[in-house]
């Protein structure tokens, strides 16, 4: 049974630029939660997918934008790349609200 | 808005030794709590959660948590370190009653299991 997959693992993009992110859940998971994890930090909230809606959001601004397909998978834009855009951004999968998370290995995002 | 604390950023223990990594948490309602381990380059890891029943939640890799509501307090122990162990990890929460869908995690400890 195959986890969370990101793509690409690793990236660097050029301030100015737009990046996509990939992410397919667990088989078996309806719901998407994006996180960007800055070196030596916690992980971030940045959205959360549902049904294909944007269910909650956290204090990420309007350059972080996603989609949920019909299959559940789900892509996280970032437009107007900044230096400071440059983290582990993770994925994680879940069913309903009272299970565990299950996260991908992460797409490490360097701008320069 | 809910938060958790750990605070401690690093843990040093003896192999064999026990072992325990702090967190306490807030939230307006009750909360949905969770470890989480993450090795270097790596997602993170599920460990263990408390939803909801015995305050003693045990979890993967003979790591337990027991959730303390008075201290609002959920600290991750295990009885005997092993140096497999050394890692970072997250303590996170829910908050169920306001409705939040989203997962707060900590600022993670890192634990150092000295052979």
């Known amino acids: 049974d195959a986890g969370v997959t990101q793509s690409p693992t690793h990236l660097i993009k050029t301030r100015g630029q737009q990046v996509t992110l990939r992410c397919s859940p667990k088989s078996g998971h309806d719901t998407v939660s994006w996180y960007q994890q800055a070196l030596g930090q916690g992980p971030q909230f940045i959205f959360q997918?549902?049904?294909?809606?944007?269910?909650q959001r956290g204090n990420f601004p309007d350059r972080f934008s996603g989609h949920q397909f019909p299959n559940y998978s789900s892509e996280l834009n970032v437009n107007a790349l900044l230096l400071g855009d440059s983290a582990l951004y993770l994925c994680a999968s879940s069913l309903g609200g009272a299970s565990g998370y299950t996260f991908g290995s992460g797409t490490r995002l360097t701008v320069v | 808005a809910q938060s958790v604390a750990q605070p401690e950023d690093q843990v040093n223990v003896a192999e064999g030794n026990p072992l325990t990594v702090k967190c306490t948490y807030s939230?307006?309602?009750?909360?949905?709590l969770f470890w989480y381990v993450q090795y270097p380059n790596r997602g993170l890891q599920f460990l263990l959660k408390y939803i909801t029943g015995d305050n003693l939640v045990k979890g993967s890799y003979g790591f337990e948590a027991e959730f303390n509501k008075s201290q609002t307090s959920f600290h991750l122990k295990k009885p005997s370190a092993l140096v497999s162990d050394s890692a970072l990890y997250f303590c996170a929460v829910r908050d169920v009653e306001r409705g939040y869908q989203k997962v707060t995690f900590g600022t993670g400890t890192k634990l150092q299991v000295i052979p």
């Open positions: 997918y549902y049904e294909e809606e944007e269910r």
């Open positions: 939230v307006s309602g009750n909360p949905y």
